[in-house]
């Protein structure tokens, strides 16, 4: 199977957010607090260190691109989104067209900053992407979800409703997606779909959130 890696030297934030649930209720900052192991200090040099290095590149466009996209991820886990964006945009345009991770990254970025429209057009380029290139199904079901997720807080119900359907269809053990559309549904006052999805995503985390059984108690009654 033929699938798009990430680029040399460079590390994918969605995928080391992968364990991360964002549906269960925290929000975009304090959840990627709580994966990121360099201190403050560490992303202020490396951003620095990454700084002289692209300027010192001047016709190596890989590793032009690879440079910007490894400063983009520190510019991302430090919460300057505008500059890692700048900097995805960068590496997009070396390398956009055979890596879904840079997109990927780049709409997390642009939700993280409330532009919902630019992240799901990123989403949907990953999506593509991974397509194209036959990627793993898991990796395309989550980013389903995660396009799911956008679609939802902008109110585009049929929409995220389609993508949590994807994403379950190519991957049935991904929890996040059964626990998103049980909210969707919950939402739509479904009580008995709201109920089966929330009581899927209890069997399928291995620490479910407790907001989980609070809800389907909700749907219960």
């Known amino acids: 199977m033929l699938v798009a890696a990430p680029l040399t030297g460079c590390q994918p934030l969605v995928s080391s957010l992968s364990d991360w649930e964002r549906s269960q209720g925290n929000a975009i900052a304090e959840a990627q607090a709580a994966v990121i192991e360099e201190s403050p200090e560490e992303i202020a040099a490396a951003i620095e260190r990454l700084t002289e290095e692209i300027a010192a590149v001047t016709d190596a466009e890989n590793e032009w691109g690879s440079l910007h996209y490894e400063r983009a991820y520190y510019h991302h886990i430090g919460g300057n989104f505008e500059a890692a964006i700048a900097d995805y945009d960068i ?4 390398h956009g067209d055979r890596d879904s991770q840079l997109y990927s990254d780049r709409a997390l ?3 993280s900053l409330g532009n919902g429209e630019a992240a799901i057009a990123d989403y949907t380029k990953a999506i593509a992407i991974n397509e194209n290139w036959g990627d793993e199904e898991d990796a395309l079901a989550l980013t389903h979800a995660w396009r799911g997720d956008v679609h939802e807080s902008l109110g585009e119900m ?3 409703l389609a993508d949590y359907n994807t994403a379950i269809a190519l991957n049935p053990g991904l929890g996040r997606a059964f626990y998103d559309r049980a909210y969707l ?3 739509q006052e479904n009580w008995s779909q709201s109920i089966q999805d929330f009581t899927r995503y209890i069997q399928l985390a291995a620490e479910p959130y407790s907001g989980a059984y609070y809800s389907r108690g909700i749907a219960y009654e």
């Open 91 to 94: 590496a997009v345009a070396a």
């Open 109 to 111: 970025a642009q939700e």
């Open 185 to 187: 549904y919950q939402g």
């Open 158 to 160: 049929d929409a995220a």
